[in-house]
Nanobody, 114 residues
Framework: QVQLVESGGGLVQPGGSLRLSCAASVSMFSLYVMAWYRQVPGKERELVAAITSHGITNYADSVKGRFTISRDNAKKSVDLQMNSLKFEDTAVYYC????????WGQGTQVTVSS
């Protein structure tokens, strides 16, 4: 059974930073690729960043060089450090396995606005 709890979102000005955290209740967490996704109303959920069990990372082109994904297998957590935020980063952010499980958390809202 998968349970995912995201936190850390908020309102930030363009150019600002936020750090998102995900607490994952996932059996054998360390074996899975974990990822952050985001969704804007009316659009499909998109993959933002992923990290393998050994720490190999992959990013969407739109966030490369600005976002950093990390994980702590002992704590079963996945973080997303977001720097140089842009208006277009505004979305609800979710963590999940990659490929995603059918269970999604509530997400955390990130709003980039001046």
């Amino acid at each position: 059974q998968v349970q995912l709890v995201e936190s850390g979102g908020g309102l930030v000005q363009p150019g600002g930073s936020l750090r998102l955290s995900c607490a994952a209740s996932v059996s054998m967490f360390s074996l899975y690729v974990m990822a952050w996704y985001r969704q804007v109303p009316g659009k499909e959920r998109e993959l933002v960043a992923a990290i393998t069990s050994h720490g190999i990372t992959n990013y969407a082109d739109s966030v490369k060089g600005r976002f950093t994904i990390s994980r702590d297998n002992a704590k079963k957590s996945v973080d997303l450090q977001m720097n140089s935020l842009k208006f277009e980063d505004t979305a609800v952010y979710y963590c999940n396995l990659n490929p995603p499980s059918s269970t999604w958390g509530q997400g955390t809202q990130v709003t980039v606005s001046s």
